[in-house]
């Protein structure tokens, strides 16, 4: 299995424009997240989606941020328009779920600049 | 207000020492408590923890959860260079997950 795979793995752009982040997760798992993280911040939860439906989202900063999972094997994160402060490595997850959130695997992010 | 606290936050240790990091919580319907090691690239997965008192190991690594007091320990005996990393600690809870911000490990050779 190739694990949860991203794209692009690096986006520079500037600030205003749109950026659009690209996940497959891996085959057969039917939990999907998005992290964001930063020095100041860490680690922190944007969005999931169980079985491609958004769960949680209350980690979702502002209107500016949407995510879509049109079908089992893609989701997107849009940000639109971009802002500097969105800088940061930006990760996408995956995990078969249980009764709990389980064990993620984590694909190997996007790093975004915004200047 | 849920949190992941994690301590220290950082700590360098000679080869061969053993480490205890701290991991304490607060999460409204707790539903499992999760370890992580990241290194430079993505964070992998460790330990998955429900249940008070039982210890899960894999190697060197070592966890226990106490869900009275709410925390974690992860032990590493006889570290070697190859375990400094950043270890995540993720708590969740009904419909979410929190992770702690994190404690940076540097094995010193």
């Known amino acids: 299995d190739a694990g949860v795979i991203q794209s692009p793995r690096h986006e520079v752009t500037e600030m205003g424009q749109e950026v659009t982040l690209r996940c497959k997760p891996i085959?057969?798992?039917?939990?999907l997240f998005w992290y964001r993280q930063t020095m100041m911040r860490g680690l922190e939860l944007l969005i999931y989606?169980?079985?491609?439906?958004?769960?949680?989202d209350s980690g979702m900063p502002e209107d500016r941020f949407s995510a879509k999972m049109p079908n089992a094997s893609f989701s997107t994160l849009k940000i639109q328009p971009s802002e500097p402060r969105d800088s940061a490595v930006y990760f996408c997850?995956?995990?078969?779920?249980?009764?709990?959130?389980?064990?993620?695997?984590f694909g190997p992010g996007t790093r975004l600049t915004v200047l | 207000e849920d949190k992941v606290v994690q301590s220290p936050l950082s700590l360098v240790v000679h080869e061969g020492d053993t480490v205890t990091l701290n991991c304490s919580y607060e999460?409204?319907?707790?539903?499992?408590l999760l370890w992580y090691k990241q290194e430079k690239k993505a964070p992998t997965f460790l330990f998955m923890l429900?249940?008070?008192?039982i210890e899960k190991k894999s190697g060197r690594l070592s966890s226990i959860l106490d869900k009275k007091e709410l925390f974690s320990i992860l032990n590493i005996t006889a570290t070697q260079t190859g375990d400094s990393a950043v270890y995540l600690c993720?708590?969740?809870?009904?419909?979410?997950?929190?992770f702690g911000k994190g404690t940076r490990l540097h094995i010193l050779p």
């Open positions: 997850a995956s995990s078969f779920p249980t009764t709990s959130v389980g064990e993620q695997f």
């Open positions: 085959s057969g798992h039917n939990s």
């Open positions: 989606f169980n079985n491609n439906v958004p769960i949680d």
């Open positions: 999460v409204t319907n707790f539903r499992s």
């Open positions: 429900t249940s008070s008192g």
């Open positions: 993720a708590v969740s809870g009904r419909d979410k997950i929190i």
